[in-house]
């Protein structure tokens, strides 16, 4: 069993910059792919990006590549979301989850084990 916790969320003006911090006790994280998933109101939840178990290979959603980036601190069991230049539409809230079994990265099914998520804000 993995337990994760989100926190960074925040309200943040647009251009802004925020950092997500994804905690994970229980078994360690090094095992795991990990991912960051996000859910506006009145939208299915979408892959925003996703880092491999050494770290060595990440995948960013379209819509944030260039302005995000994953990382992890596998020593800290932490999984890291560096947000930059912050859009409105970026406004959600942000899940980290785990995938033991390394499948597909951007489908929400694959993982098995997520936070209970952190509310990101941007005002125009």
């Known amino acids: 069993q993995v337990q994760l916790v989100e926190s960074g969320g925040r309200l943040v003006q647009a251009g802004g910059s925020l950092r997500l911090s994804c905690a994970a006790s229980?078994?360690?994280?090094?095992?795991?792919?990990m991912g960051w998933f996000r859910q506006a109101p009145g939208k299915e939840r979408e892959f925003v990006t996703a880092?491999?178990?050494?770290?060595?290979?990440?995948y960013y959603a379209d819509s944030v590549k260039g302005r995000f980036t994953i990382s992890r601190d596998n020593a800290k069991n932490t999984v890291y979301l560096q947000m930059n230049s912050l859009k409105p539409e970026d406004a959600a809230v942000y899940y980290c989850?785990?995938?033991?079994?390394?499948?597909?990265?951007?489908?929400?099914?694959?993982?098995?084990?997520w936070g209970q998520g952190t509310q990101v804000t941007v005002s125009s």
């Open positions: 880092i491999s178990r050494s770290g060595a290979t990440t």
């Open positions: 229980g078994r360690t994280n090094s095992r795991y792919q």
């Open positions: 989850a785990a995938d033991y079994n390394g499948g597909s990265y951007d489908y929400s099914s694959e993982y098995e084990y």
